[in-house]
């Protein structure tokens, strides 16, 4: 009896000592080699990567990635967005945070270009999802007349803070209250609408700066995966991950062309990080990236999925 | 028998206040100083957690090509800790290189008398092989002690913050298991859009 005592003692302290090290530890750097086939000079084709439990991945926000898409020089195009008339079709609370990320992605397009009549449209979709999904606390209460006070006086700036930091409110409240599988689904949504209304900004054409920042997206894939996988004991959040797969998939095909060194420099307080690699997408890529894309973003706005 | 219950329950009263604990730091960056008046936007990567002090905790984000961003951390539960955080920017990058291979083909000959012979000859090639590499992009001990990072990159990339979470003064590694070893803290990253010409704001 006492030397089995001893092995559950040991057990027990095996376990909180392995419970505690996976808080984080000092890590060592890794290195995998991965063999090409010889004469393959510039291009690479990387695994899908393994994600790391234990590591913390963040998805970037839709008004973040519009601010970025609005310097490459395209145009606002209001037709290729989410009509609010369809908020109708959301009964079920899946499909309500899918498309509270699609509107909320919607709002940030049209605050990027103070698209001022899409923008109150959008504020006001957005209030009844969060009626629906029970996160209207979250949000400030007089956000709705904070809007139309801005829109008066014309405040690009303000409005596009007010976009910013609803987002935010929104996130923080699910995530204080742990409904932390409403929020992957909101990410999940928005991150789709995003791509949806990149890949029908523009035609492909090699090199442009459009096609760049849809490539780059590959950057955002792993991490939005990362995020989901710590709820996807919830079915709606697995469900949707392998909606995901293809697109998932064919990301990771897209092949990275090395760049200059990485090099860190200062200008007064602020650091520069210059350097590395590029990825690349080809037509082919981008015509079925555009198609997966759009048949998912369907399912989603029609509230199938 | 009476034993191990009374172990485990020891292992949960150590466990349970650090569980508590992690609860009770949800959205805890809410408190962290925002450079609003700057220009800066809360950005949704922000995170916050409960970490056990002494360890590094890993958060990895991606930023966009000419964003400025502001990284910076603080542990409301913990006053004595802000202005004392360690923390890593790592980027991983791939870095080609040549590799040497070695392989042996083994082919059959015949000896004068019609034996089969097996003779084995060694052939060298060279295989381009990809390296992932950790590259520490800013580290603030070496910028003595910075507690925020303001940058700007050239390309979109997918960075990787290492947090050392110190201990409180007085404390010393591995003192225990209690719950006073752990901290809430926040990473907070603001972001805002770059200047289009040079990099002084």
């Not at chain 2, 752990?182 to 704001?201: D, K, M, N, W």
Request: include cysteine; proline fraction near 2%.
């Amino acid at each position: 009896m006492k030397k089995n005592m001893f092995k559950w003692n040991v057990i027990a302290l095996v376990g909180v000592v392995i419970g505690f090290s996976s808080c984080g530890e000092e890590v060592i750097p890794e290195k995998e080699e991965i063999a090409i086939e010889v004469n393959v000079q510039d291009t690479v084709l990387l695994d899908m990567p393994e994600l790391d439990p234990d590591m913390a991945y963040s998805v970037p926000t839709p008004n973040e990635l519009f601010a970025v898409i609005k310097e490459t020089g395209v145009l606002y195009d209001g037709t290729i967005l989410n009509a609010p008339e369809n908020i109708e079709k959301y009964s079920s609370k899946k499909n309500q945070a899918l498309n509270f990320g699609v509107y909320f992605t919607d709002l940030a397009f049209a605050s990027s270009f103070s698209e001022n009549a899409s923008i109150l449209s959008y504020f006001g979709t957005i209030k009844i999802l969060s009626d629906d999904l029970g996160i209207s606390n979250a949000l400030d209460a007089a956000i709705y007349e904070k809007v139309e006070a801005n829109l008066e006086n014309d405040d690009a700036d303000s409005l596009l803070f007010l976009s910013n930091d609803t987002y935010f409110q929104a996130y923080s409240y699910l995530e204080e209250n742990e409904r932390g599988s409403t929020l992957a689904l909101i990410v999940l949504g928005g991150w789709i609408e995003s791509l949806y209304i990149m890949t029908n900004l523009g035609e492909y054409e090699e090199g442009s700066n459009l096609i760049a920042r849809i490539g780059e997206q590959k950057l955002t894939v792993g991490n939005l995966m990362g995020f989901m996988m710590k709820y996807q004991d919830d079915s709606n959040v697995a469900e949707v991950m392998e909606e995901l797969a293809d697109i998932e998939e064919l990301f990771w095909s897209f092949e990275e062309e090395e760049g200059d060194d990485v090099t860190t420099s200062q200008e007064g307080d602020v650091y520069v990080l210059s350097g590395g690699s590029t990825i690349i997408v080809s037509a082919e890529q981008y015509e079925e990236l555009k198609e997966l894309v759009a048949a998912l973003r369907k399912d989603i706005i029609e509230g199938e999925l | 028998m009476k034993r191990l219950f009374t172990n485990l329950f020891l292992v949960a009263l150590v466990i349970a206040p650090s569980a508590l604990f992690s609860q009770n730091c949800r959205n805890i960056v809410k408190y962290c100083g925002h450079a609003k008046r700057d220009g800066f936007l809360r950005n949704g990567q922000s995170l916050s957690g409960a970490f056990a002090q002494g360890d590094t905790a890993e958060i990895t984000f991606v930023v966009y090509k000419d964003m400025e961003y502001r990284i910076s951390l603080c542990s409301p539960t913990h006053d004595e800790l802000d202005g004392t955080f360690e923390f890593k920017i790592v980027e991983q990058i791939t870095k080609p290189a040549w590799k040497d291979v070695i392989t042996y083909e083994t082919e059959t000959e015949y000896d004068d008398y019609g034996e089969e012979l097996e003779v084995r000859t060694e052939k060298k090639s060279r295989r381009r092989v990809y390296n992932k590499v950790d590259v520490v992009r800013y580290d603030n001990k070496k910028d003595e002690d910075a507690q925020e990072f303001i940058f700007i990159s050239d390309k979109t990339r997918k960075l990787t913050i290492k947090v050392f979470i110190p201990l409180s003064e007085g404390e010393e590694e591995g003192q225990g298991l209690e719950a006073e070893t752990y901290a809430c803290v926040g990473l907070l990253i603001e972001h805002q859009p770059g200047p289009t010409t040079g990099f002084s704001r």
